[in-house]
C-alpha cells in the first residue's frame, strides 16, 4: 500500500500560521487527497481535500476562512496553508489519498495514508 508523508508540523502560538506538506510518492494514482486531524481521544476529522487534476477544493466546517488546500502536481506534494490558529487545531494531521470511491469526507473512503504530523497550539 501507498504510504504519504507528511512534514511540517509543530508548535505555534494561537493566532500563528503553519504550512503542513504531503509528499506523494511518485507514480500514485490520485483522484482526490485530504487532510483529517485527530485530537486524543477524539474521532478523524474531516479538514480539507482537493480534486489532484482539476484542484477544486472542500474544507470542513472549522477550516473553512482560515485554511487553504493546495497541491503541486509535478512535485506530488499537497499542502494545508494553516492561518489565524486556534488551540482547537490541536492534533495530529494526516494527508491521505483517495481513488474515488466514497465521501471525500470521511475517512474510511481513502486509500492510503501518511503517518501523520503533529501541530500543537498554545493559548
Known amino acids: 500500500q501507498v504510504q504519504l508523508a507528511e512534514s511540517g508540523g509543530g508548535s505555534v502560538q494561537a493566532g500563528g500560521s503553519l504550512r503542513v506538506s504531503c509528499v506523494v510518492p511518485?507514480?500514485?494514482?490520485?483522484?482526490?487527497a485530504g487532510w483529517f486531524r485527530q485530537a486524543p481521544g477524539k474521532e478523524r476529522e474531516f479538514v480539507a481535500a482537493?480534486?489532484?487534476?482539476?484542484?477544486?477544493?472542500w474544507y470542513g466546517d472549522p477550516a473553512k476562512g482560515r485554511f487553504t488546500i493546495a497541491r503541486d502536481n509535478a512535485k506530488n506534494t499537497m499542502y494545508l496553508q494553516m492561518n489565524r490558529l486556534k488551540p482547537e487545531d490541536t492534533g495530529v494531521y494526516y494527508c491521505?489519498?483517495?481513488?474515488?470511491?466514497?465521501?471525500?469526507?470521511?475517512?474510511?473512503?481513502?486509500?492510503?495514508w501518511g503517518r501523520g504530523t503533529q501541530v500543537t497550539v498554545s493559548s
Open positions: 491521505a489519498a483517495h481513488r474515488g470511491s466514497g465521501s471525500i469526507t470521511n475517512a474510511g473512503s481513502y486509500d492510503s
Open positions: 482537493i480534486n489532484w487534476s482539476e484542484g477544486g477544493t
Open positions: 511518485g507514480g500514485t494514482f490520485i483522484l482526490y
